[in-house]
């Protein structure tokens, strides 16, 4: 499974974006997710999708902001950031994990594919 991370760039508090994580066209996975990773912090787990069924969920941080979606004829995931915050800088991965759990779903090790990552800036 490669992923491809695209989409992060300079915005303003309180403006939109949206970030897309391009699979390769072959892959198979249960779960995909973004996750984030702040200087000096460790990655936090933002949103996850259930590849199949389209179930979401989401960090805690970001619940009513972010939308994670994805459509599946092109292997694509989308990660929709609105009510943007300078916290919510920081560099942003896309994962997929083969035989993730749902249990296990916002845990780093869960995912065994990721994407280099695209860079978030939120000025204030």
């Known amino acids: 499974v490669q992923l491809q991370a695209s989409g992060g760039g300079l915005v303003k508090a309180g403006e939109s974006l949206r970030l897309s994580c391009a699979g390769s066209?072959?892959?198979?996975?249960?779960?995909r997710a973004w996750f984030r990773q702040a200087p000096g912090q460790e990655r936090e787990f933002v949103a996850a999708i259930n590849w199949s069924a389209g179930y979401t969920y989401y960090g805690d941080s970001v619940k009513g902001r972010f939308t994670i979606s994805r459509d599946k004829a092109k292997d694509t995931m989308y990660l929709q950031m609105s009510s943007l915050r300078s916290e919510d800088t920081a560099v942003y991965f896309c994962a997929a994990g083969v035989g993730t759990i749902l249990s296990a779903i916002k845990t780093v090790s869960a995912y065994g594919y990721w994407g280099q990552g695209t860079h978030v800036t939120v000025s204030s």
């Open positions: 066209g072959r892959s198979a996975s249960r779960y």
